[in-house]
Antibody, heavy 120, light 107 residues
Framework: EVQLLESGGGLVQPGGSLRLSCEAS????????MAWVRQAPGKGLESVSV????????HYADSVQGRFTISRDNSRNTLYLQMSSLRAEDTAVYYC?????????????WGQGTLVIVSS | DIQMTQSPSSLSASVGDRVTITCRAS??????LAWYQHKPEKAPKSLMY???TLESGVPSRFSGSGSGTDFTLTISSLQPEDFATYYC?????????FGGGTRVEIK
């Protein structure tokens, strides 16, 4: 059974940093691309960043480019999102998602999310 | 970025009703469209991709259609477990973008 377990969320001040983790199990993690998707309070879903199975050529939404860094450790079956220069508008539930094989940027499994609140 | 517009934003329906949700892309995306179901406090669940290909385990009462810019998600006979918010998503080009969601409520 595919499981994705996010952690690392919490309350952080504007301008601060936070690192999210997503521990994967139930599938061959190193074979699949992964992504972070967020949902701000009362809003819809927004893709934040995606990364290939090998970690090459990550892509970012314009709203987080230069502030967030996606990475992965295939030996630990873990996906990361390093967030810096955080803003109030980054407040959201952050979901880790697995890409489906051979279907780019479509997410077939999701975690339950971790809440990030940016506030003073 | 490609904009995805869903309608309606919410609807009320009864168990057994046929429900249709539409999704329109701001430019042609062929059939590179997915649908997800999201319940509060739960992980989003993928329903289908390529506009109409159901994920394993998704009941056959769910169906999808469309290509280009206009797409439809249909639930043929609404069940109690189907009350949720539904999102469309295009993956024709980066960044993948989602519709605003359609909340399906109990009448």
């Amino acid at each position: 059974e595919v499981q994705l377990l996010e952690s690392g969320g919490g309350l952080v001040q504007p301008g601060g940093s936070l690192r999210l983790s997503c521990e994967a199990s139930g599938f061959s993690f190193s074979t699949y691309g992964m992504a972070w998707v967020r949902q701000a309070p009362g809003k819809g879903l927004e893709s934040v960043s995606v990364i290939s199975s090998s970690g090459d050529s990550p892509h970012y939404a314009d709203s987080v480019q230069g502030r967030f860094t996606i990475s992965r450790d295939n030996s630990r079956n873990t996906l990361y999102l390093q967030m810096s220069s955080l803003r109030a508008e980054d407040t959201a539930v952050y979901y880790c998602a697995k890409k489906r094989e051979a279907v780019p940027d479509y997410f077939d499994f999701w975690g339950q999310g971790t809440l990030v609140i940016v506030s003073s | 970025d490609i904009q995805m517009t869903q309608s309606p934003s919410s609807l009320s329906a009864s168990v057994g009703d046929r429900v249709t949700i539409t999704c329109r892309a701001s430019q042609g995306i062929s059939r590179w469209l997915a649908w997800y179901q999201h319940k509060p406090e739960k992980a989003p669940k993928s329903l289908m991709y390529a506009a109409s290909t159901l994920e394993s385990g998704v009941p056959s009462r769910f169906s999808g259609s469309g290509s280009g810019t206009d797409f439809t998600l249909t639930i043929s006979s609404l069940q109690p477990e189907d009350f949720a918010t539904y999102y469309c998503q295009q993956y024709d080009s980066f960044p993948p973008t989602f519709g605003g969601g359609t909340r399906v409520e109990i009448k």
